[in-house]
């Protein structure tokens, strides 16, 4: 989980909002955790989707697999592989209820 607590503290530090973690490891193969944050604004949202991956770069040489959501910045989606990064407004993050869709609180949330 150290990747998690990675993104979680990168995200913390740029002021992203309500950050969840969810363990997603006994619902899908195609990731173990998904983390899901909310920005302020557009520009909130895709600074901290920046901000993420420019420092996982720098710091630990990891790039994403793929990113998406950048250009409209309502909903960024970051794949790490292992982790899935949401990064949403929150009208948008309302709407599409990631947390309620996986049918479960957030597990990992509470642990620091």
């Given at each position: 989980?150290?990747?998690?607590?990675?993104?979680?503290?990168i995200l913390d530090d740029s002021k992203a909002s309500?950050?969840?973690?969810?363990?997603?490891?006994?619902?899908?193969?195609?990731t173990d955790y998904m983390?899901?944050?909310?920005?302020?604004?557009?520009?909130?949202v895709s600074s901290l989707a920046s901000k993420l991956m420019e420092t996982l770069k720098q710091k630990q040489q990891i790039a994403?697999?793929?990113?998406?959501?950048?250009?409209t910045a309502?909903?960024?989606?970051?794949?790490?592989?292992?982790v899935v990064v949401h990064i949403m407004r929150p009208e948008t993050r309302a709407f599409y209820n990631l947390e309620g869709l996986w049918g479960q609180p957030a597990l990992a949330a509470k642990q620091q």
């Amino acid at each position: 989980m150290q990747l998690v607590d990675q993104i979680r503290e990168i995200l913390d530090d740029s002021k992203a909002s309500d950050i969840q973690v969810l363990d997603v490891r006994s619902m899908t193969s195609v990731t173990d955790y998904m983390v899901i944050c909310s920005g302020t604004s557009g520009r909130h949202v895709s600074s901290l989707a920046s901000k993420l991956m420019e420092t996982l770069k720098q710091k630990q040489q990891i790039a994403p697999l793929h990113y998406d959501g950048m250009s409209t910045a309502e909903w960024v989606l970051v794949d790490y592989v292992d982790v899935v990064v949401h990064i949403m407004r929150p009208e948008t993050r309302a709407f599409y209820n990631l947390e309620g869709l996986w049918g479960q609180p957030a597990l990992a949330a509470k642990q620091q």
